[in-house]
């Protein structure tokens, strides 16, 4: 699959924008705020996020589980939630950091952001500042591109290990093969993953916090923002994934998927209740399963238009 | 997929027929149902331990033959070799690409037999097969299933529903696992003819094809859901006998043409510059975020309206700001 084009300075630039925003919110938290409440993470669960944020780098959860689901900030946001004890607020906001990252893909070692460090760390600053969904996007955004760093450092550092599994193979060592695969490099990556991402929500949360509820006496156009933010951005993560998919004679099912969610959400014809938009989205799926079906069937053994550079 | 389901013959990696013979009448060594789920487990669950720039999946791939090894091989020498052989840069999809360790395991067994196979012989089938199937891999992984699942699991979620989450996580992995369990023995039990077999039959492509239905469908759903600007620009036209009428973009004339045409065109757009033009989605999002703090900039709007501006015609509803007109 094709790599994302990112250029290297895009991504330095964007990591100092994050890191910029990120500082002058630590910096002008606690002077803009006095009085405010600051909601504090113990250190406790800070480290329960950051457990999490190790565990979705590992192989400890099947695998499948770690890559495949805690890494993603869908999941990550509702096991967050659950330790700071706000399920359902937990998973809005993880969802909603999901959008951005659902045409994320890793090939061959690139990645663009981590999508891990923003559900698990994002989700526990947005949590901690009281941000709303559509708001925490952009904090999971920075705080994401900022998580690139312990990726880079991991692929570089771990080339060391199969140094390690080079030398044990000369020794026709099975065991120590094996152990430069799973134990080496679990411990490195405990220690460059756990630790930052714990320090981050614990001296993190009360910063974020203060930032916010201090930004909302003084400028709360700046929040304002962040939710229009919120409206714009999850068109990046669709993009991202319409560039394997938005192709061919599968090109008009974006755009009857997009009418039908429409007219359930009741946005056509003034009046109509629409449902819960859960719904929406769900119903869409079993329909397009449904057109999938016919579609396929139809088509028989043409050759396809929908795919192009995979084979 | 029943087309695949009826016995044949092993023949493992497709390498030279005339290996047949020798190589099965002085089986020594065999490996049993057992050594094959060990050597998948371990790497279904390792396969990205140690992935590092150098060797990829390198040192995954010895690692999860370790069992085989352990079972096939027994003089110093042998193990030794076997070892190197398998530390060697690779990469491919984790679950799709199982059916090279398949195909690996079951050529490791011949070898192990006697059968005429070098190491260049399995090298090819590595480094031959997991471009390929990385492609493939990725793309029904990563590029179809995930996004789908995911899109089910946000919309929920995003709706207050803890089980979004769940469903996805229950869903996605054990979709993965069948993906990878049924690859893994594919390869063993069919060697490389049956992969060329599989590629071949089209089945692959039906099930893509399909799935990009499915997921245009969703990526639709998701973008109404989503995606939200509003143009708030109106203004006062006169409409004769000293009579004034609020000219509202947004309802007057956008919506008259088609509610929600905006999110559409501007998702739309953001597919053109990231697919087309290759921009770089980092830099997209950088201006992004700033075009929105512009649009929420106090300064630019008129005087004592904290919710629109002069410049800024992306809006969307905030605390203590009245919606934008339908």
Not at chain 1, 20 to 40: N, R, W, Y
Request: glycine share 12%; aromatic share 10%; proline share 6%.
């Amino acid at each position: 699959m094709r790599p994302i084009i990112v250029s290297r300075r895009s991504v330095r630039i964007a990591g100092l924008v994050s890191l910029a925003s990120l500082v002058s919110l630590a910096l002008a938290g606690p002077a803009l705020a006095a009085e405010t409440p600051a909601i504090t993470a113990g250190i406790f669960q800070a480290a329960l996020v950051g457990l999490g944020y190790y565990l979705s780098n590992s192989p400890w959860v099947l695998g499948i589980g770690g890559f495949f689901g805690l890494y993603r900030p869908l999941v990550a946001g509702l096991i967050v939630g659950i330790i700071f004890g706000d399920p359902v607020k937990g998973a809005q906001i993880g969802a909603a950091i999901n959008l951005l990252y659902i045409g994320f893909i890793s090939a061959g070692g690139s990645i663009p952001a981590d999508p891990s460090v923003a559900g698990w760390v994002g989700t526990a600053l947005a949590l901690a500042g009281g941000l709303d969904a559509a708001s925490a996007i952009t904090l999971g955004v920075a705080v994401g591109l900022l998580g690139t760093i312990i990726f880079f450092t991991r692929m570089s550092v771990d080339a060391t290990f199969a140094h390690v599994a080079d030398n044990a193979a000369e020794r026709g060592d099975i065991n120590g093969v094996a152990r430069a695969n799973w134990l080496y490099p679990q411990i490195f990556l405990f220690v460059i993953s756990f630790f930052p991402a714990t320090i981050a929500v614990y001296a993190g949360a009360p910063v974020v916090s203060e930032a916010i509820a201090s930004l909302q006496t003084n400028a709360p156009w700046v929040l304002r923002g962040f939710q229009i933010a919120g409206g714009l951005l999850p068109a990046i993560g669709i993009a991202l994934n319409m560039r394997f998919i938005f192709r061919g004679s599968a090109i008009p099912f974006y755009f009857i998927g997009y009418v039908f969610a429409m007219l359930l959400g009741g946005r056509f014809f003034a009046g109509v209740t629409s449902p819960s938009i859960g719904t929406i989205v769900v119903t869409t799926a079993i329909v397009g399963l449904a057109l999938a079906w016919i579609f396929v069937t139809l088509r028989g053994d043409r050759v396809d238009t929908t795919r192009g550079a995979t084979r | 997929m029943t087309a695949m389901s009826e016995p044949a013959p092993r023949d493992p990696g497709g390498v030279g027929t005339g290996a047949d013979g020798m190589g099965r009448a002085t089986r020594s060594v065999s490996l049993s149902r057992g050594d094959v789920l060990r050597s998948f487990w371990l790497w279904t669950f390792f396969s990205h331990a140690n992935y590092n720039y150098e060797r990829l999946q390198g040192t995954a791939f010895a690692h999860a033959m370790t069992p085989i090894i352990r079972k096939l091989y027994h003089t110093p020498e042998e193990i030794k070799a076997a070892l190197q052989r398998h530390l060697v840069f690779f990469n491919t999809e984790p679950n799709v690409g199982g059916v090279i360790h398949g195909t690996v395991i079951a050529m490791e067994e011949e070898r192990a037999n006697g059968a005429p196979i070098d190491d260049d012989d399995i090298n090819s089938v590595k480094s031959g097969l997991m471009g390929p199937l990385a492609g493939i891999g990725d793309s029904i992984s990563q590029g179809t299933i995930t996004p789908i699942l995911l899109s089910i699991g946000i919309g929920l979620a995003a709706a207050g529903n803890v089980l979004g989450p769940v469903l996805y996580f229950v869903l996605e992995v054990a979709v993965m696992l069948g993906i990878a369990y049924f690859a893994w023995f594919q390869g063993y039990d069919r060697g490389r003819e049956g992969v060329t077999t599989l590629l071949r039959s089209g089945i692959l492509d039906r099930v893509l094809s399909g799935a990009g239905v499915l997921g245009n469908m969703v990526m639709g759903a998701l973008t109404f859901q989503f995606v939200n600007i509003y143009l708030t620009l109106s203004w006062n036209i006169d409409v004769g006998g000293g009579q004034t009428k609020l000219f509202d973009v947004n309802r007057d004339l956008l919506g008259a043409i088609m509610p929600g045409l905006l999110p559409l065109g501007f998702t739309l757009l953001t597919w053109y510059l990231i697919a087309r033009r290759r921009v770089s989605p980092i830099w997209l999002l950088v201006i992004y975020v700033v075009i929105a703090m512009i649009a929420a900039l106090p300064i630019l709007g008129p005087a004592g309206s904290p919710c629109s501006s002069i410049l800024n015609p992306f809006f969307q509803p905030a605390p203590g700001c009245p919606p934008p007109a339908a």
